[in-house]
C-alpha cells in the first residue's frame, strides 16, 4: 500500500512537471490592457499548397548571393522584404503607444528551447537560428498612437531573414559582418511576435539581452523565444505574445545551369585561362553566383601507390577477376608506376555544365601511357549551410563492371567544413576534447574546439566489415606460379561472393574523437533506428570517425539513369538515405548524439569521385594500386541538389 | 637458538612470505604476471599468407598428432586448438622477429575465434601475447583478460587485443608468441587466430598536405619499365573448334596437337600469307596457314613420319634455298654436318626429303639461321660452327658450298648460352644483319652483338655489342624470337617472348646505334578472358599470317589439366602495321 501511494505521488509530479515542462507548437499569449489579433506574416508572399497542408515557400535566390542569402531577396520581393501586420486594440481607457517586436526562428533544425523534463533553457537553446531586424541595436519599434477606441488598429511593418542575425563578431572580419559564414538554416521558419505595453520599457522590464539579441546574459545568449514562450517573459504582465510556427518554408535549389566557379587560388588565372569555358571559368559574373564552385581534394602526400602499369577500361573492356589476378601477380616491382591518386591538373576541364541538359558533368579523366592518370575530381557548393536535408540526383559513375571488378573510383557525396577559421568552430568538446586536426595520430594534442567537420557518403569496394581492432579479413595471396593457373588466379572469399555485385556505401561522422557523447566507445556498436540496426565502427579511441556500412547494388545505385542519396544533418542526429525517387527514400545509415558529436558549424557539400587508398579500407578485395589506370573518362552527372 | 631468535626468525619468514604473496598478487592484478611457456620447438605453418604485410592467420589445419588439437569443434575447416582445463596454455603460435617486415611496427594486434562448449560454469583465461628474446626471456608481453559469470554456450565468437610495441627494442632473433591461457576448470577452443605486427593505414591518419596541382610527371627511360601495350586482335576464325580445326565442308578435321611450329611459305598458293608447320617430337602432323578472305583455317594433315634426323637440339628452318619460290625444311643432321631438305609435294599433299648433302663445316653446326641477301631471290644460311666460326652456307647445283665469315667465340663457348637471329634489322631492303645473344652461365651477365655480314669480303662486323650487369629479360637467349615488319617501314623489328616466370612479349626495334624496346604485345578480343597469356601451355608463333602487310601472332593454347572455365583454344591474333594507330 505505501509502496502504491509512492508510486502515485511519483506520478503526480512527473505530471506536474511534464506540464510545467516546455510544450512545443503555436503559443498565445494574451493580455488584459491590449488585444492583439489578426498577426499575418508574409503577407506580400504567395501561399504554398500541397495536399491539404498550406504553408509558404521559398526557394533562396542564388543570385549575388556569395555573401550571403537574405530571405527574400531583392528579387523576390519589391523591397527585399516580407511584409508582416497585426491588429490591436487599446483596452486601457486612454490612448498608448505600445512597443512591439517580431523574432523569427529555424524550426526543422532547432535544439527545444527548454532543456529536456524541465523549465530551464536548453543549455543548446542559444544556437538556433533565430533573428528579429536587421539592425541590432534596435530593440522594440513604439505604434503609433492607439487611442482606447474600442477598435483594432493595424499595424504594419517588414522583416527579412538574413546571415549572422545576432551580428555576433565572431563572424566579422576586420569590422566587417560576414554573412555568410552564418547563412540562415533550411527548413521552416516560425515567426513570433511580442507586443509590450510602454510600462515595460519604461520600466526595463524586458531585459536588454532579448530586446537586443546581439547582446549577451551572464556570457551567453539568451533564446528570446525562450524567454517569451517559457521564461520569464512568458509570466510578464503586459506583454503580449503570438507564435506562428512552421509559418515560411526555405529550401536551397540552385540552379546548376548557372556554371562553376574556378577559384584563382587553385589555378593561376593567367596561365590557366586557356582552359576557361562559359560555364566553368574565373570571372566576376560566376564569383557572384554560381552556386559550384571545382573541388581540387587534399591529397595525403604520403598516400603513394605503387599501380600496375596497366591501361584498362574496368567498366566496359570485359576484365574479369582472371585479369585482376594476373596484372596484380605478374607485374615486377620495377614496371610498377609510383604514383598517388591526384587532383585535376587544370580548371574546367574535368568539370563543366551540360549546357543542353542543366546538369554539372564531371569526369575523372583517362589515362595514357605516361600520363598516369586517377585523378579525383569533385565540384563544392560554395554557399554553407549548418544543417538542412541535404538531397542529391546525380547520375555517378558506375563502380563495379559486369563481373564484379572495382574501376577503383569511390563516389562520394559528402559535406565538410566551410572553413577552418575560428569563426566555424564546433561547439566545445567538454569532455578531454577534440582532436582537431582531420590529418594527426593518436599522439595529438586535444583541443576544446575544432572547426573540421565531415558527414560521408563514401561508396566503393569493399567489405562489411567490423572489427573491435584493424584485422583485415584473410584472403589467399596468389602465387606467381605460371604453370599453375589455380596458383595465381585466386577466388575472392567465398564469403564474399554473394556480395559481388555490391558495393559499400559508408557513412561517416568526423566527430574528431570528441568522447563527450554518453555512448562514446571503441570497435563496433548497434544504433537502433526504428525497427534497423545499424553497426557503426570507430578504429580507435583517438580515430576521429564513426563509420556505418551497408552493401547496395552497385547497378541499383548506379546503372539507373539517375539515383538519390540524401545526408540529413540535424542538431542530435544524422541520418543517410538512398533511393531510386525522392519518395522512396531508404534509411542506411543512422547516428545521433548518443554515440558521436554532431557537428554545428558550417558545412559545404561536396560530390565527387575520387580514387581512395584502399589501406583507408581494410578488407578491400581490390587494392587500388592494382586497379588499371582507366582507360576511358569516367562520368559523372549532377542533376539535382536540394537543402532543405 | 634463543626462543625469542626463533620467533623473530619465524616472524621473518611470515613478513617475506607475506611480501611475496603481495608481490605475486601485485603482478597478477597489474597484468606484469605471466605464464611462463615453454621455448616451442615445433612450427605451426600459417594457413595461408596474406595480402597484407605482416598478418598471419592459423586455423590449425595442417597439424598432426598434436595433444593441443581438436576435432571436436571448428570455427573453419575440421580442427581447432583445445585448452584443457585449469592453468593450461593453448598450443602457441610463435614466429621469428626475422620473418615479418620491420617497417612500420610499433602495435600488434591479435585475435582468435573461441568456441565454450555447454556447461554452465563461468569463464576466465588470457589471450596473450608475449615477445620473446633468443632464450625465451619475456621482453614484452600483453594479456587480455576474459572473464565472464556466464558465457554464451555452444557459440564460436571472437576475442582480440593490441599490444603497444613501440618502445620495444626489437632484435631479430626475438619470437612473437599467441597463446591463450586457461583460468577456467572448462575446455576452450581456438580456432582462427590471426596475428599482425606493424601498423595499419587509417583514413585521417596522416596530415594531410594540400596539393592543389598534380605535382607528378612520369618520364619514359628508354628501354626500361613501364613499356605502352600494343594489342594484338584477334581474327575471326570460323572454324575453329577449341583446338581442332574443321573443313568447311565437313569432312575433315584436324586436331591441333604440337609442340612446336615453323613458320613460311611451304605451300604455294595465291594469299601470300605465311603458313604454319606443326611439329610433334620434331615430326611435322600439319601445314596450316588462314585465309583472311574467307575467315578460316586451311589446312593438310601430314601423316608419315618424315623427318629421320635425331638432331633435336636445332628445330628445323623454313629457307628457300633453291629460289622456287616456296620455302623449302632445313634440318640438320645428327653429326650436325649433313644438312637435310624437305619440301611439301603439292601432288601427293606429302614431305618428302629432296636432299642430304654435308654443310662441309668439319666442326659441326651450333647454330643456324636463315639468311637473306640483298637482290637474291634465294635464300642463304648462316651457321656457326662449334669453335665459333661462321659460314654462310647457299644451295647450288644440289651440294652445300660455304663462306667463311669470321669468328663469333662466344657462341662456341661451352659456359655461353646463345641464340643467333637473322634479318634486315638497321636499313629497309638491305642483306640480313646477325643478331647474336649469349649469357655466361656462371654470372648470368647477358650480352648482344649485332653484325653486318660483308659477303664479298667474307667477313661479319660488329656494328654494336652490349652488355646487361643486371639481370636481363629481354635481349637474353633463353627468349624465343620472331622477326618481322611491324611497322610496315621494309626494316624488320624484333619480337621477343618468353614464357617462363610470366608470358612476355615484347617488340624491339634496332637503330644503328641502339635498340628501343617499343612496347609490350598484349592480346584482346578473345572471347569471356581466355586471353592466351593465361594459359599454362601456350604453344605461339609470329609471323604474316593474315598478309605481308600484317603481323600475326598464332596461339595454341592448353593447360595442363582440363579447366572448364579456360577452355583449350587456337587462335589468331593480329597487331595493325603502324605503331601510331
Known sequence: MMRFNSYKILLFVGALLALSSCQQGTKTKQSLDFEVKDFKTLTNWNTFVTGDKTSKLLYLDYQDAINGFTIPSIRQTADGNFDFEFTIKNNSGSTQQYYYKIYYQNESYKFPECAVGSTKEHPYAQENFYGSWADTTLSFVETAAIPSDGKFHTVKNKIRIIGNPRNEKRYYYKEENQRWTRNPRMGTYSFMLVVSAADNFKNTKVPDYISHIQRKHNDRFVNPYYYFLYGEGSKMKGVFVVNNVHDLQVIAKPNLATGIYSNPQDFDPKQYQKYYTKTCAFNENLYLNAPLGQFINNVNASGKLDNIPVIADVLQDNYSMRDFNWNRTFYKKEELITTQPNTVDCPCQQVD???????????????????????????????????????????????LNKNGIWNGITNAIWLVTNGTEPWNDCRECRSKGYLSKYGGGSNDKRSRTTSYSEIDFEI?????????????????????????????????????????????????????????????????????????????????YWYR?????????????????????????KPTEIIWRIGPEKDKLRVVGYMNDEITSIPNNQMLLVISQEFHNTDWWHGSPFEQQFVPFPKNDLLGKIMEITVE | MHKKQRIFLFLGLLFALALLCIYIVYLWKYKV???????VHYRIAASDSMSYANTYCYNFENIKNNKHISTEYA????????????????????????????DSMGEARFGAWV????????????????????????????????????PMANTWFYISGKADIKDVELEATDRVKVFYWNNCNRDVYLDDVVMILGNQHLKGNKPMVDETLKNYSFHAVPNQPPYETFYAKKELAVNVKNTSLLSTDGTKSLALEGDNVVSGYFVSNNTKTQQ????????????????????????????????????????????????DGVDEIICVGEDAKDLEIFAFNPRNQKIARISKESSHIEKGIKLIQTFHQKSNKKQSLLAIDKTGEAFLLDFEKGVWTNRFLGYLTEGAQINYESKMITGNLIQADATDNVLFLYKEGRTNRCFYKLFEVDIEQGKSICIQQRNFDNKCDTLTPENTYFVGDLDGNGIKELISYSNAWRYDMKWICFTDKDYRIVGNIDFKGYDKDYNPKYYENLMLSAGNFTGNKTFSVFTLCKNRNAKTDLPENVGLYSLSTSISE
Request: net charge positive; proline share 7%.
Open chain 1, 545 to 569: 570517425a564513426l563509420t556505418e556500412r551497408t552493401p547496395v547494388s552497385d547497378d541499383e545505385m548506379f546503372a539507373a539513369d539517375y539515383y538519390y542519396f540524401q545526408i540529413e544533418w
Open chain 2, 276 to 323: 604454319l608447320l606443326i611439329l610433334k617430337l620434331q615430326q611435322p602432323t600439319a601445314i596450316v596457314w588462314f585465309v583472311p578472305e574467307k575467315n578460316l583455317f586451311s589446312f593438310i594433315k601430314i601423316d608419315d613420319t618424315v623427318f629421320s634426323s635425331e638432331q633435336k637440339e636445332i628445330t628445323p628452318l623454313a629457307a628457300d634455298v633453291n629460289g
Open chain 1, 353 to 399: 555544365v551540360d549546357t543542353v541538359s542543366g546538369n554539372v558533368v564531371m569526369r575523372n579523366a583517362a589515362s595514357h601511357y605516361g600520363d598516369w592518370n586517377k585523378q579525383s575530381v569533385g565540384v563544392i557548393t560554395r554557399q554553407g549551410f549548418a544543417y538542412g536535408k541535404y538531397t542529391v540526383k546525380v547520375k555517378l559513375t558506375e563502380l
Open chain 1, 460 to 540: 566503393l569496394k569493399t567489405v562489411d566489415y567490423c572489427p573491435l581492432y584493424q584485422f583485415p579479413p584473410a584472403y589467399y595471396y596468389p602465387v606467381a606460379d605460371r604453370r599453375q593457373t589455380s596458383m595465381w588466379n585466386v577466388p575472392l572469399p567465398k564469403s564474399m561472393l554473394q556480395d559481388t555485385g555490391n558495393v559499400m556505401v559508408c557513412c561517416t561522422n568526423w566527430d574528431m574523437a570528441c568522447p563527450q557523447p554518453a555512448q562514446y566507445d571503441v570497435g563496433c556498436q548497434p544504433v537502433q533506428y526504428g525497427n534497423q540496426s545499424f553497426m557503426a565502427h570507430r578504429w580507435d
Open chain 2, 115 to 150: 568456441y565454450l562448449p555447454a556447461k554452465d560454469e563461468k569463464w576466465s583465461g588470457k589471450f596473450v601475447f608475449q615477445i620473446v628474446n633468443a632464450n625465451n626471456k619475456v621482453k614484452y608481453s600483453h594479456l587480455v583478460p576474459i572473464q565472464k559469470e556466464s
Open chain 2, 75 to 102: 570455427f573453419s575447416g575440421k580442427q581447432s586448438a583445445k585448452v584443457s582445463g585449469k592453468n593450461r596454455y593453448s598450443i602457441i603460435i610463435q614466429k621469428p622477429f626475422k620473418e615479418f617486415k620491420y
Open chain 2, 33 to 39: 604476471f605471466i605464464p611462463k611457456t615453454p621455448v
